[in-house]
């Protein structure tokens, strides 16, 4: 059974089921710990981690049997609203008429729900950073940027850092390639040259000798992220690993609350030919050990993948859009580990009036050293 790709969809928990033990509150979840904290009357509730319920979320899928068939309650049905904008589609709280993309920071009106069928995810990984730590890391960034307009620095103290899970799917197979190329054998030969004087002189010049190659070779890769989204760029987003994936654990309503949660727009099949092309240079690199000598060429390479694996899961963003000039610009966090990745725009003032320094810095030198 495949599913079809979805449009970028983002969906908020169902906080009515997930209440304060104590006041009957509703709960949000406390980056960089286990447990709910109420906003109401401070009370922490604990989430309580299933080791064996763990060790399932966090197991590989077969690939195969995933495309071929997917049972009941491997899927989940998500309830969205889509962004006019830039497609993004969020699911909001019945009270809530109006809001902003995440993504691209464009008015959304709630006036018409749709629903999806898709993969549910098995695993998640908390958010560790705070928000105020994450609003405090966006205005170290803003304030770091060279030529970025001055309107920016007031901009950061005033915007608002949205947390989101991303979704993405992960992939371990073993590769068996059978390859032909060339190899090169670089040797030294001395020639005789006659220099612009008219002088005979010798020289030793570097050549190669190329030979056929061909073989074998195998590799075995293991957890190869690709995010399962097409709204953020993926340039931005591959700048945020690593992720520790050791601190997954089983996927949990509790843990999305406060939280907005994208769903894919990058199905598991199509994942899967990224997981490829990140797995070419790897490959690639083996070879030319393989063929070895001083310089490789691939001609031609045949690849078999075996025992293909999968997980889908939830990983934590701080992200930031702000506009400039008309333009949507993302900022985005590692929720785990901090890491910083984003957009930025230049001001042409401050680039041109270094410009014009640089100029008269140079007619400045010309006229001194006449």
């Known amino acids: 059974m495949e599913l079809e790709p979805q449009p970028p969809q983002l969906s908020d928990t169902n906080q009515n089921t997930i209440s304060c033990k104590d006041c009957g509150a509703k709960l949000t979840f406390a980056p960089g710990s286990l447990s709910l904290k109420c906003e109401f009357c401070g009370a922490v509730n604990e989430i309580v981690i299933d080791e064996s319920a763990r060790a399932e979320a966090i197991k590989e899928n077969d690939y ?84 970025a307009p001055s ?9 608002r850092i949205s947390g989101i899970y991303l979704p993405y799917w992960t992939y371990d197979a073993n590769t068996i390639t059978d390859y032909t190329g060339r190899r090169g ?19 030793n010049v570097t050549k190669t000798n190329w030979y056929r190659a061909q073989g074998r070779v195998r590799n075995s890769f293991d957890d190869i992220f690709v995010v399962g989204s097409k709204t953020l760029p993926y340039r931005y987003l591959d700048n945020l690993e690593p992720w520790n994936l050791k601190d997954l654990v089983p996927y949990d309503e509790k843990f999305l ?34 063929i070895g000598g001083d310089h490789q060429e691939i001609t031609t390479k045949n690849i078999q993948y075996n025992d293909i694996t999968y997980k889908h899961i939830l990983l934590p963003v701080w992200m930031s859009t702000y506009r400039y000039n008309g333009k949507a610009y993302r900022f985005m966090i590692n929720g785990q580990s901090g890491k910083v990745s984003g957009e930025r725009p230049y001001s042409a003032g401050k680039i041109a009036l270094l410009i014009l320094a640089i100029v008269a810095v140079i007619t400045a030198l010309v006229l001194i050293l006449r």
């Open 257 to 290: 609350t406060g939280f907005k949660t994208e769903t894919y727009s990058v199905d598991i099949k199509a994942g899967f030919q990224d997981a490829q092309q990140k797995m070419q240079s790897t490959i690639d690199k083996t070879i030319k050990k393989d």
């Open 185 to 203: 054998e670089d040797y030294t030969v001395e020639e005789t040259y006659t220099d612009s004087q008219g002088q005979t002189k010798t020289r």
């Open 64 to 147: 195969l049997t995933a495309l071929e068939n997917l049972s009941d309650d491997q899927i989940e049905e998500v309830h969205t609203v889509k962004c006019n904008c830039c497609g993004a589609t969020t699911t909001f709280d019945n009270n809530i008429v109006s809001a902003q993309c995440d993504f691209c920071g464009s008015p959304m009106a709630i006036d018409q729900k749709s629903t999806s069928k898709m993969i549910k995810p098995k695993a998640i990984l908390p958010f560790v950073v705070q928000q105020r730590n994450s609003h405090e890391e966006f205005k170290k960034w803003i304030n770091s940027l060279w030529f």
């Open 151 to 159: 309107a920016l620095k007031k901009f950061a103290d005033e915007q």
